[in-house]
């Protein structure tokens, strides 16, 4: 309250009586001019009647001013209590006194008279409470070792909701069962950490040392699911904690983790994967909580700490559509490390996802697991911030803050949040402060840069200890009994350890309903057929661009996308953006489902796909493919996110086998800020976990003049991603790609590489090199019969203008480049030189190309033309292959070597693009 209105309070309530009524409302006003609007609306509604009914006595006002003031403070406790809670078991988060925590700041003193609750603050069995009573529950609620921060989001009925629960949480302890079940994951959790020391002491394990009470918390979220009928939770973590969990709550035999510990691979022999290190693995389990089962999976993680948390939400989304839930079936959890959560962009994308029609999943339960130290770096270093979950403030999430030893706070916030989520369906933020008892891992010596509180960590009782000798002092358990659980978790281990084998079934991907008809690839380069009959076709292109009755499009659209789309029909001229919606639509017919997202993906960042139409009257939006079925097509335009949403797609991807995911670029290099996405799940997903997935990125690419940032995908980046044997072309392995990358020139292939992906009884991401150029030109088109039955996508395209009898010189090329190099031939009228088209490089086509080099007997030059710098594009990954295959020394023509991908300008790149076609032709 502000110092004015203090000391003029008694001076307004003593002249109450003496103004007209429209004065007093108004004053009544200043007294509460420092209140919510919520509460502010419940008291001028409590005093209403006396002011207009009758003058207030004095003695009114004065309950009037003070149940203001109580309720200013209750306020004040809302707001700030935090920053004087005990949240930090180590005392390095400084406390702040703040001056709306003193009951003087609001003109209230220590009186024992009773002042009426209703309408100000819930103590449960109490209907009225003296002041010093209100200030130590409020003390309680919001300055003891748990605490939250909600007085910021902006629906009142959600600040309503969150006080009362915060505030009920002091009068509502665990009963004597709940507090053993606490302590005994927390011994389990420790009784693993030194089990895995004994045994496999020179092993980075990770371990909950300092956070123990973290496990008690998912578990007590798990629960708290269950009970609210939630069928399925997909967990993400990285990998601090991450084996305790493994081997307790989610039920994983230890004797995998043990297995892993030795050296040895946990991929069955038989499997091509190469797997990962230990604090990688994941679980699927079906876990009984009090008679409820629940199917919970922790997903695989790359030590990117957080990449998995768009993939999460892409395999919650995708689950959620599958059971046509809204989010009371499936739920999303997240354990984060504090420095990381603060620290990786991917977080905030994840978030800024988290409220949008196509990506949102009913709100994720986030944990952040404090150690308070980021491998060496404290807070103060590591973050802006006050606190690490102060992150969750973008999407208006609440903030349970927490101390974590304190089990019993840490169980209780880990229910509101739950509890929270199941109401609001919105993201919630349980930020668990404790420490590592270790370094960054058990082999790391933290001393070296954080002596101070590490003498502390050292010189203290175990959380373990602390909430054991508590539950001593209540008489819930004897001094024998957290030996008896040491000893029994010790046992199981033991035993465990002792049985451990190699595994002998693979990963649950290829189990159940969704994957059972899957395997492992074998031979990617055999051509798959994907043809559809010419009639379908013809129905799917007339549907396409039909439109309810009174649907108002665009005049432009009218004609340049629905008259030519029929037209080019009629004409046997199919563009890429009718391949597109062909490939679509008959995928829709075929009973899949097709979900592309991006920025503007909807019409097309260069305005050629428009698969959604939007009523020029009303604004509102048609998909005419839907009306195909049975599956349907979503069109998701995203936030300007790639890294995020990526990582959503291919989660979906991984989640639904039937669905074709799409991640478009707005341009190629735009998947630059995805990267991790792409080289730690995308590239070795399988590798690494066996978790296949048909993701489809498509990256336009080709150098217009549009200058250094819109020009490349940056295609030698995926090519050397590949894991294509270069030295013997014949490796069976290369018959296994981790990818297929394409740089296709014609609609057809971009139809047939749409529809293989779906076809197949394996799963491979599919990357595009898709062009910009060629979406309208009249030379890029296909003959309705190259996408009829019988056909299927062509790896290599050879020159059906060339005689191969007079063929001197062979060019290889790949990409819209084809059509510069075709067209300046016509021109010249060379008749000796043959351009032979790379569609698909990787796999690398091999009995294609050797096809190709054996038709021109009297070929004596072999070159690879480009329109990349030399360290740019296919050339380098072509080099080493087409060498082995064609006579003589492979040459090399195209742009030189550039830090950059193109120049800057329009005119500096004709230049360049006349020089390298006089090169050609020379």
């Known amino acids: 309250m502000p110092e004015e209105s203090r000391n003029n309070e008694t001076e307004i309530c003593n002249h109450f009586t003496k103004q007209e009524v429209p004065k007093r409302r108004k004053m009544m006003h200043r007294v509460f001019s420092n209140v919510s609007q919520r509460r502010y609306c419940y008291l001028t ?65 220590d009186s024992q008279e009773k002042v009426d609750l209703d309408g100000l603050l819930a103590i449960p069995s109490q209907r009225s409470a003296s002041i010093p009573d209100i200030i130590s529950h409020l003390q309680k609620s919001y300055c ?100 305790n969990l493994l081997a307790g709550l989610l039920q994983l035999p230890p004797d995998r983790i043990f297995w892993k510990s030795k050296g040895n691979s946990e991929i069955p022999e038989g499997v091509h994967a190469v797997g990962d290190v230990l604090s990688h693995l994941g679980q699927s389990a079906t876990i009984d909580f009090n008679g409820k089962k629940m199917n919970v999976t922790l997903i695989q993680n790359p030590s990117h700490l957080e990449a998995a948390d768009p993939v999460a939400m892409g395999k919650v989304r995708a689950r959620q559509t599958r059971m046509k839930d809204d989010g009371s079936k499936v739920v999303c959890v997240m354990l984060h490390g504090d420095a990381a959560f603060t620290g990786q962009g991917v977080v905030t994308e994840t978030f800024g996802l988290s409220k949008l029609a196509g990506y949102r999943v009913g709100g994720t339960i986030h944990l952040v697991c404090n150690n308070q130290i980021g491998f060496t770096t404290s807070p103060e270093n590591g973050r802006s911030t006050r606190y690490a979950a102060d992150i969750g403030k973008l999407v208006d999430a609440p903030l349970l803050h927490v101390n ?110 969704r994957w059972s ?158 990267q991790i996405i792409i080289d730690t799940f995308i590239t070795c997903g399988e590798s690494k976990w066996l978790k296949q997935s048909g993701l489809v990125i498509m990256l336009p690419h080709g150098y217009d003049g549009a200058g250094p940032e819109h020009s490349s995908g940056r295609v030698e980046r995926f090519l050397q991603m590949s894991d294509n044997d270069a030295v013997d072309l014949h490796n069976e392995r290369n018959k296994r790609p981790n990818f297929r990358v394409i740089n296709p020139t014609t609609p057809a292939n ?47 395209i050879g020159d059906s203008q060339a005689d191969p009898q007079s063929v001197k010189r062979v060019v290889f090329i790949s990409g819209k480049y084809y059509y510069d190099v075709e067209q300046e031939r016509q021109k010249r009228d060379v008749r000796d030189m043959a351009i032979v088209r790379i569609e698909e490089l990787a796999p690398f086509p091999l009995k294609e190309i050797q096809s190709q080099v054996a038709k021109y007997k009297g070929a004596t030059t072999f070159q690879v033309v480009q329109d990349e710098p030399q360290n740019s594009g296919a050339w380098m990954y072509l080099q080493p292959r087409l060498s082995q295959l064609v006579p003589g020394q492979l040459q090399y023509i195209g742009r030189p070597p550039c830090a950059a991908t193109a120049v800057g300008n329009g005119p500096e790149h004709k230049r360049e693009s006349a020089e390298l076609m006089e090169r050609i032709f020379a």
């Open 404 to 513: 974590a030893e304190s089990p019993e706070e840490v169980i209780k916030s880990c229910k509101i949040a739950t509890q929270y989520r199941e109401k609001f369906r919105g993201d919630v933020v349980v930020d668990i402060i404790g420490y590592r008892r270790h370094g960054h891992n058990e082999l790391d010596e933290p001393s070296f840069t954080q002596p101070g509180p590490y003498v502390n960590i050292r010189s203290r009782p175990t959380a373990i200890q602390l909430y054991a000798k508590q539950l001593q002092t209540e008489g819930i358990i004897d001094a024998e009994y957290v030996n008896q659980i040491k000893a029994k978790e010790e046992s199981r281990l033991d035993a465990s350890f002792k049985s451990m084998k190699q595994p002998t079934s693979s990963d649950d991907h290829f189990k159940g309903d």
């Open 750 to 796: 971009i139809f047939h590489a749409l529809r293989r992906q779906m076809t197949t009884d394996y799963r491979l991401p599919l990357i595009i090199m898709g062009p910009k150029t060629l979406l309208r030109s009249a030379k890029a088109v296909s003959k309705l019969s190259e996408l009829s039955e019988g056909s299927h996508f062509t790896p290599v």
């Open 144 to 243: 003891g070792s748990m605490t939250a921060q909600f007085t910021g989001i902006g629906d009142p009925a959600v600040q309503a909701w969150f006080a009362e629960r915060v505030e009920s949480a002091p009068s509502t302890p665990l009963n004597a069962d709940e507090k053993k079940k606490v302590l005994d994951r927390m011994i389990q959790c420790e009784t693993f950490d030194h089990f895995m020391q004994k045994k496999f002491g020179s092993v980075k394990r990770y371990g909950m040392e300092g956070l123990e009470s973290a496990a008690a918390g998912l578990e007590a979220v798990l629960e708290e699911c269950a009970a609210e009928g939630v069928t399925d939770v997909i967990i993400t973590m990285a990998h601090r904690g991450r084996l």
């Open 517 to 674: 008809s899957f395997k492992q690839c074998q031979d990617a380069t055999a051509p798959v057929p994907t043809g559809v009959k010419a009639e379908l076709l013809n129905e799917i292109a007339q549907v396409s661009v039909q439109l309810p009755s009174g649907f108002e499009i665009h005049s432009r659209l009218q004609k340049g996308f629905i008259q030519a789309r029929l037209e080019a029909m009629k004409k046997d001229q199919i563009d890429w953006a009718t391949a597109e919606s062909l490939a679509f639509g008959s995928l829709l017919k075929e009973g899949y489902d097709v979900r592309i997202s991006g920025q503007d993906v909807g019409r097309g960042t260069f305005s050629h796909r428009h698969v959604t139409l939007v009523d020029q009257k009303n604004g509102k939006k048609v998909i005419p493919l839907n009306e195909l079925g049975p599956g349907r097509l979503e069109p998701v335009n995203s936030s300007l996110s790639e890294a995020g949403v990526m990582g959503f797609e291919y989660g979906y991807s991984v989640e639904c086998p039937k669905t074709l995911c799409i991640w478009e670029a707005q341009f190629g290099d735009f998947a630059n800020s995805a």
């Open 45 to 109: 509604r409590r005093y209403s009647t006396s002011i207009h009914s009758h003058e207030p006595t004095a003695s009114q006002l004065n309950n009037m001013s003070k149940n203001a003031n109580v309720l200013r403070m209750i306020e004040g406790f809302r707001k700030y209590g935090h920053l004087q809670a005990d949240l930090d078991p180590l005392g390095l988060l400084t406390k702040q006194n703040v001056p709306q925590l003193h009951p003087s700041y609001y003109c209230l003193n």
